[in-house]
């Protein structure tokens, strides 16, 4: 049995079996992997990907009920009986992927507490040294790695590889495992208006961001800001914490991560924990009054200049 497994729910389509296939191609190398095929049918070419691109042996795992369904939390019950289904998954098998992406890294979350494993989330690389798995992620937005030592399997992870290489013949051994347990039903989602006028954070290329020293006023001029400049609002847990700007718009390692093409932060002294939530390729424009702030280390601008005169002319000389 090959101790790297890669878990590939086929209703998540193409893209996640390709590169949930070049995850595994190049973690397992020359010793190959084992491919568990989620779905509701057995998919003979999603078998035949599986092992050009080096599976040693492939599950066919089905289950009636799935269908289309593509929600962690449904997928969840399903891929969990069919790992319990196969021989020596705890000792033999130290290493479970899954397709790289919010979906993947949530179902190996909820995989690692279902089967007392490992959850290691989004991974840089993997690679075995002996008996011992050795995981890099990112940490505090990818200003730092985290090196981890793993020595007891099974360890959920993601990585994201590229494509996988497909060789020209195809063998390997292929079992069908037929699934019967009863699945949860999808999430029913009830939506309401959240009052927020302004674009979310994720997927915005502008963030027009204020911090501690920024008051109420200057909340209204950043947000007057941002409207202008096609931009969205956020803030510092400060910021937060004072009730400037609500929750769901804090950045920063307890909010929310971004990667706008500009982040300009007024106000904001440049902790290394509201940085963690700002992508290390956004271009920094920070406005303070104060020439010493960590921010302007990071900055690709830097404006000294208080917000209570800098932000009235420059919306002024927007209009």
Same mark, same amino acid.
């Given at each position: 049995?090959s101790?790297?497994?890669? +878990?590939?729910?086929? #209703? !998540?389509g193409?893209?996640?079996? /390709?590169?949930?296939?070049?995850? #595994?191609?190049? +973690?397992?190398?020359?010793?190959?992997?084992?491919? +568990?095929?989620?779905?509701?049918?057995?998919?003979a &070419?999603?078998?035949? !990907?599986?092992?050009?691109?080096?599976?040693?042996?492939?599950? &066919?795992?089905?289950?009636?009920?799935?269908?289309?369904?593509? /929600?962690?939390?449904?997928?969840?019950?399903?891929?969990?009986? #069919?790992?319990?289904?196969i021989?020596?998954?705890?000792?033999?098998?130290?290493?479970?992927?899954?397709p790289?992406g919010?979906?993947?890294?949530?179902?190996?979350?909820l995989l690692?507490?279902?089967?007392?494993g490992q959850?290691?989330?989004?991974? %840089?690389?993997?690679? =075995?040294?002996?008996?011992?798995?050795?995981?890099?992620?990112?940490? !505090?937005?990818?200003?730092?790695? %985290?090196?981890?030592?793993?020595?007891? @399997?099974? *360890?959920?992870?993601?990585?994201?590889?590229?494509?996988?290489?497909?060789?020209? &013949?195809?063998?390997a051994?292929v =079992?069908?495992?037929e699934?019967h347990? $009863?699945?949860?039903? *999808?999430?029913?989602?009830?939506?309401?208006?959240?009052?927020q006028?302004?674009?979310?954070?994720?997927?915005?290329?502008?963030?027009?961001?204020? @911090?501690?020293?920024?008051n109420?006023q200057?909340f209204a001029?950043l947000?007057?800001?941002? %409207?202008s400049? @096609?931009?969205?609002?956020?803030?510092?847990?400060?910021? +937060?914490d004072?009730?400037?700007?609500?929750?769901?718009?804090?950045?920063?390692?307890?909010?929310? =991560?971004?990667?706008?093409?500009?982040?300009l932060?007024?106000?904001?002294?440049?902790?290394?924990?509201?940085?963690?939530? $700002?992508? %290390?390729?956004?271009c920094?424009v920070a406005?303070?009054?104060?020439?010493?702030?960590?921010?302007f280390?990071?900055?690709?601008? @830097?404006?000294?200049?208080?917000w209570?005169?800098?932000?009235?002319a420059?919306?002024?000389?927007?209009?």
């Open positions: 049995m101790r790297v497994l890669t +878990v590939i729910p086929q #209703a !998540w193409a893209q996640a079996l /390709e590169a949930a296939l070049g995850a #595994a191609q190049q +973690v397992s190398g020359a010793e190959g992997f084992a491919a +568990v095929l989620i779905g509701s049918q057995p998919s &070419q999603d078998a035949e !990907w599986a092992m050009r691109a080096g599976a040693r042996q492939v599950y &066919q795992s089905v289950h009636g009920a799935l269908g289309e369904c593509d /929600e962690p939390q449904v997928q969840v019950a399903a891929v969990g009986e #069919a790992l319990r289904a021989p020596r998954l705890g000792g033999d098998v130290p290493l479970v992927l899954l790289p919010p979906q993947g890294e949530e179902l190996a979350a690692a507490d279902g089967l007392d959850a290691l989330g989004r991974c %840089l690389a993997l690679r =075995f040294d002996g008996d011992t798995l050795l995981a890099e992620r990112a940490a !505090w937005g990818g200003r730092m790695r %985290l090196c981890l030592a793993i020595t007891r @399997g099974p *360890a959920f992870a993601c990585l994201r590889a590229g494509r996988a290489l497909l060789n020209a &013949q195809a063998d051994d =079992f069908t495992i699934l347990g $009863v699945l949860p039903g *999808a999430l029913t989602l009830d939506k309401r208006e959240s009052g006028h302004l674009p979310p954070l994720e997927g915005a290329r502008l963030v027009v961001s204020g @911090g501690r020293g920024v109420e200057g001029l947000e007057e800001l941002a %409207l400049l @096609g931009g969205t609002l956020g803030g510092s847990l400060p910021a +937060v004072a009730g400037m700007v609500p929750v769901l718009r804090q950045v920063g390692v307890s909010g929310k =991560f971004v990667s706008p093409q500009i982040y932060a007024v106000g904001i002294s440049g902790t290394l924990q509201h940085l963690a939530g $700002v992508s %290390l390729d956004s920094i406005i303070n009054k104060d020439p010493e702030a960590d921010i280390k990071v900055a690709s601008l @830097g404006i000294v200049a208080p209570e005169t800098l932000l009235p420059l919306l002024e000389k927007l209009r």
